[in-house]
């Protein structure tokens, strides 16, 4: 059973940062062969993908809002993903979803945008809220 639990939510000044951690267990499959990534999810709108990696490769793909201030980065030995949160500004607060697919075939920035709820697995989330 694919659990992803994720850490490292809080809350912070505009300017500040934040590092989330999402650490992975259960997969039957090889774990590098899944695409992972963040996605966003502020209230009343639906989740946006924001950071997307292919565990294989470390190939990355960023949504424009948040290109130049977070980083998404693997540990393969803990099969954790991490995202690098820096100079958070308010339009960043939100619930910070993690996700893992095996069926993203390295093409990162086409799955991120077409990745959806009932697609692959995802974890219960945390919160982060980024105050003006």
């Known amino acids: 059973q694919v659990q992803l639990m994720e850490s490292g939510g809080g809350s912070v000044q505009a300017g500040g940062s934040l590092r989330l951690s999402c650490a992975s267990s259960?997969?039957?499959?090889?774990?590098?062969?899944?695409?992972m990534a963040w996605f966003r999810q502020k209230v009343g709108q639906e989740r946006v993908g924001v950071a997307g990696?292919?565990?294989?490769?470390?190939?990355?793909y960023y949504d424009d809002s948040v290109k130049g201030r977070f980083t998404i980065s693997q540990d393969n030995a803990k099969k954790t993903i991490y995202l690098q949160m820096n100079n958070l500004k308010p339009d960043d607060t939100g619930a910070y979803y993690c996700?893992?697919?095996?069926?993203?075939?390295?093409?990162?920035?086409?799955?991120?945008?077409?990745?959806?709820?009932?697609?692959?697995?995802w974890g219960q989330g945390t919160q982060v809220n980024v105050s003006a």
């Open positions: 259960g997969f039957s499959y090889e774990w590098n062969w899944n695409c």
């Open positions: 996700t893992a697919d095996p069926r993203c075939s390295g093409d990162v920035r086409t799955w991120l945008l077409l990745h959806r709820i009932q697609h692959g697995y």
């Open positions: 990696i292919y565990i294989s490769h470390g190939s990355t």
